[in-house]
């Protein structure tokens, strides 16, 4: 497995919406968790949304339901946060992580931290104006 690939962020103004990619690889047929995490100015770094290849549904942190959607192209190996409504408090440096040893979604957004041989993504600006 290798680093993943973040692309897309930027700046929108309070209520609008940006979306971002990570372009996961080396999994092959394999099932991994992924997730988008972020880490705003002098903030520690949480999750967002993560999900297991193997699950049918992403999860998500509780302060982005209803706004923030994950996706994948399974075929592609892409992952994509929509997020919709945006707001001040989302700005940050928004991370896609891979991790081969997962033991599902609900652990993963859970216990994320724990997890070991994680691959992260060098990170894509998301700002948000009032």
């Known amino acids: 497995q290798t680093q993943p690939v973040e692309s897309g962020g930027g700046s929108v103004q309070a209520g609008g919406s940006l979306g971002i990619s990570c372009a996961a690889s080396?999994?092959?047929?394999?099932?991994?968790?992924m997730g988008w995490f972020r880490q705003g100015l002098g903030k520690e770094r949480e999750v967002v949304a993560v999900r297991y290849t193997g699950e049918r549904d992403p999860r998500y942190h509780e302060s982005v339901k209803g706004r923030f959607t994950l996706s994948q192209d399974g075929a592609k190996n892409m992952f994509y946060l929509q997020m919709n409504n945006l707001q001040p408090e989302d700005s940050a440096t928004y991370y896609c992580a891979t991790v081969r040893i997962c033991a599902g979604g609900a652990w993963f957004l859970r216990s994320w931290r724990a997890a070991t041989n994680v691959h992260w993504g060098q990170g894509t600006q998301v700002t948000v104006s009032s």
């Open positions: 080396g999994y092959g047929p394999m099932r991994y968790c």
